[in-house]
């Protein structure tokens, strides 16, 4: 079965930085588009970051252009999510997920994700 298990998550000054990880299981790895989305209760899931296919670049929310930074080792079966400059509206709970690679900008809401994880708490404070 398809797992993937968020980590690195926790509270932190406005300025500062986070790392979150993703450990992914169950699934050849390096077929899979990977991306990052966060959500704050009441609101819209936003899509944060993510990698579409091999062959394209990562694609940024405006809002972390920057600041944030995508990667992955599919030597491990991670992914990454580097968070610089924190600030207070980056508070969420913070979540990875995984599709089939495709083409096109996939944060865009035709893009669904199939795997997700279970979320970990990012608290930025002012």
């Known amino acids: 079965e398809v797992q993937l298990v968020e980590s690195g998550g926790g509270s932190v000054q406005a300025g500062g930085s986070l790392r979150l990880s993703c450990a992914a299981s169950?699934?050849?790895?390096?077929?899979?588009?990977i991306g990052w989305f966060r959500q704050v209760p009441g609101k819209k899931r936003e899509g944060v970051s993510c990698i579409s296919s091999k062959d394209e670049s990562p694609y940024y929310a405006d809002s972390v252009k920057g600041r944030f930074t995508i990667s992955r080792d599919n030597a491990k079966n991670t992914m990454a999510l580097q968070m610089n400059s924190l600030k207070p509206e980056d508070t969420a709970v913070y979540y990875c997920?995984?599709?089939?690679?495709?083409?096109?900008?996939?944060?865009?809401?035709?893009?669904?994700?199939?795997?997700w994880g279970q979320g970990t708490q990012v608290t930025v404070s002012s």
């Open positions: 997920a995984a599709r089939l690679y495709g083409r096109g900008n996939c944060l865009h809401r035709k893009y669904e994700y199939d795997y």
């Open positions: 169950g699934l050849t790895f390096d077929d899979y588009a």
